[in-house]
């Protein structure tokens, strides 16, 4: 059986990557809108119904507008904006943590996480369930990441040789310093914290690839626990996840002469966490592509779960 899928926004770096995936799914049929008719509410809204599935690759407000155009119940749509992303009639499609499978698998409304909150609360929430960290203690976190998350206008700055240039765009640039992320609300309700954590976005001048940074101190955690400890309740969640792989531990391995390769992960829907420490101090990082296990591999991830799919047809591990 083949299934009609439509992806409304199909310019952006997330809808270019979803249809790229898409085009390797014999089963899959992508509808098409002519360029001219992008912002036609009636052509997209004759399309946004016919499909059996549609992605939202749109800026909130335009993916709140297209929900209100889709009037065909069988229609499942999965949003890759931070719109609906702690909606209560909204699935959170992150399959990975706790009976969230299930949810996705039987849900016609799937909301993508955000690239930063994808590594976040995967390596978050298990403590939380383990009972070693306590729901209110006082997380900070930072997040490097490439380029192609900033948006159309951020992605030409940054290629444009001299306004990257004019912007000194050369350096890494810290983000959201007055700690309103758009992620932070779903970093804090999927996650299991009952507060949101004092987090900072770094972006820096490479296209893409992310590493999420979370240190933790042992002797003020709910259970005190060691660096060893915290691999140990990891490597145990995500134990039989194909996508979700937690690396050795203390994994120096994987250093370049004592250097954290972000980039290890890109063009994947994999993503790997890495436990640091000792006895006294933790440091967690994961490490994913924000084009794929954080944004466009994660969609697809979910929309084969909606259809019965493979879960990792067409995605690369």
Same mark, same amino acid.
């Given at each position: 059986?083949? /299934?009609?899928?439509?992806?409304?926004?199909?310019?952006g +770096?997330t809808g270019?990557?979803?249809?790229?995936?898409?085009?390797?799914?014999a089963?899959?049929?992508?509808?098409?809108?002519?360029?001219?008719?992008?912002k036609?509410s009636?052509?997209?809204?004759?399309?946004?119904?016919?499909?059996? %599935? %549609?992605?939202?690759?749109?800026?909130?407000? !335009?993916a709140?507008?297209? #929900?209100k155009?889709?009037?065909?119940?069988k229609?499942k749509i999965?949003?890759?904006?931070t719109? @609906?992303?702690?909606?209560?009639n909204?699935v @959170?499609?992150?399959?990975?943590i706790?009976n969230?499978r299930?949810?996705i698998?039987?849900?016609?409304?799937?909301?993508?996480?955000?690239?930063?909150?994808?590594g @976040?609360?995967? $390596?978050?929430?298990?403590l939380?369930?383990?009972?070693?960290?306590?729901?209110?203690?006082?997380?900070?976190?930072?997040?490097? +990441?490439?380029?192609?998350?900033?948006?159309k206008?951020g992605?030409?700055e940054?290629e444009? $040789?001299?306004?990257?240039a004019?912007?000194?765009l050369?350096?890494?640039?810290? /983000?959201?310093?007055?700690?309103?992320?758009?992620?932070?609300?779903? *970093?804090? *309700?999927?996650?299991?914290?009952s507060?949101?954590?004092?987090? $900072?976005?770094?972006i820096?001048?490479?296209?893409?690839?992310?590493a999420m940074?979370i240190?933790?101190?042992?002797?003020?955690?709910?259970? &005190?626990?060691?660096?060893k400890? %915290?691999?140990?309740i990891?490597?145990?969640?995500?134990?039989t996840?194909?996508f979700?792989?937690?690396?050795?531990y203390?994994?120096e !391995?994987?250093?370049?002469?004592?250097?954290?390769n972000?980039?290890?992960?890109?063009?994947?829907? &994999?993503l790997?966490i890495?436990?640091?420490g000792?006895?006294e101090?933790?440091?967690?990082v994961s490490r994913?592509?924000?084009?794929?296990?954080g944004?466009?591999?994660?969609?697809?991830?979910?929309?084969?779960?909606?259809?019965?799919?493979?879960e990792?047809?067409s995605l #690369?591990?």
């Open positions: 059986m083949k /299934y009609s899928v439509f992806i409304d926004g199909p310019e +770096t270019l990557k979803i249809f790229e995936d898409l085009s390797k799914q089963n899959i049929e992508v509808l098409r809108i002519d360029d001219e008719k992008r036609d009636e052509e997209r809204s004759k399309l946004l119904n016919q499909a059996d %599935v %549609v992605f939202l690759c749109l800026p909130d407000a !335009a709140k507008e297209s #929900v155009l889709v009037t065909n119940e229609t999965i949003n890759t904006s719109a @609906f992303r702690t909606a209560k909204w @959170f499609g992150l399959p990975e706790k969230q299930d949810l698998r039987s849900s016609g409304r799937v909301t993508v996480p955000g690239c930063h909150a994808t @976040f609360i995967l $390596t978050i929430r298990p939380i369930e383990a009972g070693i960290l306590q729901s209110d203690y006082p997380i900070t976190c930072y997040s490097v +990441t490439g380029y192609s998350g900033a948006g206008k992605i030409e940054y444009n $040789t001299s306004i990257a004019a912007k000194q050369n350096v890494p640039k810290h /983000y959201a310093l007055q700690l309103d992320h758009k992620h932070l609300p779903e *970093m804090a *309700m999927y996650s299991g914290l507060h949101e954590p004092l987090f $900072t976005p770094i820096a001048n490479y296209r893409q690839g992310l940074t240190p933790l101190i042992s002797r003020i955690l709910l259970k &005190r626990s060691s660096a400890d %915290v691999h140990e990891l490597s145990a969640y995500y134990a996840e194909r979700v792989h937690v690396m050795p203390d994994s !391995a994987c250093f370049d002469e004592g250097r954290f972000i980039t290890a992960c890109n063009n994947t829907n &994999r790997e890495f436990v640091f000792n006895n101090r933790i440091n967690i994913y592509d924000n084009l794929g296990k944004a466009s591999g994660a969609a697809v991830q979910n929309m084969n779960l909606m259809l019965g799919f493979d990792g047809n #690369v591990n």
